[in-house]
């Protein structure tokens, strides 16, 4: 299996543009978690999707943020519009249902830049 | 206070010592615990996960655990210039569910050859 796949690896934009980031979960996996990485804040999880199902999305930092899963083999998470604050590394994970931590698989991560 | 506290570092050991990681957590119902690696650019990988009182060991990784102090650790023995990385602490509050993890900010590890 060629694991997590998330895309860009990195992406550059300026403050106010859309961004999508993606994100391919290992075949299989029920499970799928959108996560944020700071220097200041750690590594926070923003969404998370059981089924394709969006079940706590309460780590969404604002509205600009949204995050859907249309089928078991694609997510994406949206910020509309960007702004600075926003430039962190966004990982996606996969796991199967019932196996928490123990079972994470995550991607390689995106690192975003807003100027 | 934050729900995963560790010291940022970086922490600095010679090689062939014994490096000691420590993390408290707040939620005191808290059932599940893990250490993950990270290297610069890299995405985290897990090394241990502990859920009962005492010691866990694998090869040169021990975690322990004391649930009535709130306190987990990971000591890495005769570490390696290839353990220096961010170590992350991952605990599982008891609200939120078994899938609603929490990671403490990591501790830099440095190993000096």
């Known amino acids: 299996d060629a694991g997590v796949i998330q895309s860009p690896r990195h992406e550059v934009t300026e403050m106010g543009q859309e961004v999508t980031l993606r994100c391919k979960p290992i075949?299989?996996?029920?499970?799928l978690f959108w996560y944020r990485q700071t220097m200041m804040r750690g590594l926070e999880l923003l969404i998370y999707?059981?089924?394709?199902?969006?079940?706590?999305d309460s780590g969404m930092p604002e509205d600009r943020f949204s995050a859907k899963m249309p089928n078991a083999s694609f997510s994406t998470l949206k910020i509309q519009p960007s702004e600075p604050r926003d430039s962190a590394v966004y990982f996606c994970?996969?796991?199967?249902?019932?196996?928490?931590?123990?079972?994470?698989?995550f991607g390689s991560g995106t690192r975003l830049t807003v100027v | 206070q934050k729900e995963v506290e560790q010291n940022s570092g970086p922490l600095s050991v010679p090689e062939g010592a014994i490096a000691s990681l420590n993390c408290t957590y707040s939620?005191?119902?808290?059932?599940?615990f893990f250490w993950y690696r990270q290297y610069s650019g890299k995405s985290p990988e897990l090394i241990m996960s502990?859920?009962?009182?005492g010691d866990k060991e694998d090869g040169r990784f021990t975690a322990q655990l004391n649930k009535a102090s709130q306190y987990v650790s990971l000591l890495i023995r005769d570490s390696q210039p290839s353990d220096s990385a961010t170590y992350l602490c991952?605990?599982?509050?008891?609200?939120?569910?078994?899938?609603?993890?929490?990671f403490g900010t990591g501790t830099k590890l440095q190993v000096i050859p």
């Open positions: 939620d005191r119902g808290s059932q599940s």
């Open positions: 999707f059981n089924n394709n199902v969006p079940i706590d």
């Open positions: 991952a605990v599982i509050p008891r609200s939120g569910g078994y899938q609603k993890v929490t």
């Open positions: 502990i859920y009962s009182n």
């Open positions: 994970a996969s796991s199967p249902l019932h196996r928490g931590l123990d079972g994470y698989t």
């Open positions: 075949s299989g996996h029920n499970s």
